[in-house]
């Protein structure tokens, strides 16, 4: 199973800190991702990060702003968001992949948390 939380409401140029708490064969997996989807749009790719924390990739709209890790210890994995924009706005989903190479679609991902909503303010 995957949790998210610590979504909530900010001005822009604020910051939240995203968690995800994996236990389970989600956290068994390879690679773990964050998503997000805005009303009316599709789920989209934001960040993944490989289980040894080494390896990341990122969507090319939140480089320099976003950073994601991951705490084997604790089992969860983190989504650290700066400067947000009024377009940051949307749910955010934190998703498992069993496989080695970063993916970059939502259908590529094995398992799924509960979203998390951000609202970021102008």
């Known amino acids: 199973q995957l949790q998210a939380s610590g979504g909530g409401l900010v001005q822009s140029g604020g910051s939240l800190r995203l968690s995800c708490a994996a236990s389970?064969?989600?956290?068994?997996?390879?690679?773990m991702g964050w998503f997000r989807q805005a009303p009316g749009k599709e789920r989209e790719f934001v960040a993944a990060?490989?289980?040894?924390?080494?390896?990341?990739h990122y969507e090319d709209s939140v480089k320099g702003r976003f950073t994601i890790s991951i705490d084997n210890a604790k089992g969860t994995v983190y989504l650290q968001m700066n400067m947000l924009k009024p377009e940051d706005t949307a749910a955010y989903y934190c998703?498992?992949?069993?496989?080695?190479?970063?993916?970059?679609?939502?259908?590529?991902?094995?398992?799924w948390g509960q979203g998390t909503q951000v609202t970021v303010s102008s």
């Open positions: 998703a498992a992949d069993h496989g080695t190479h970063f993916k970059t679609r939502a259908y590529q991902y094995d398992y």
């Open positions: 389970g064969l989600s956290f068994s997996a390879h690679v």
């Open positions: 990060v490989s289980r040894s924390g080494d390896n990341t």
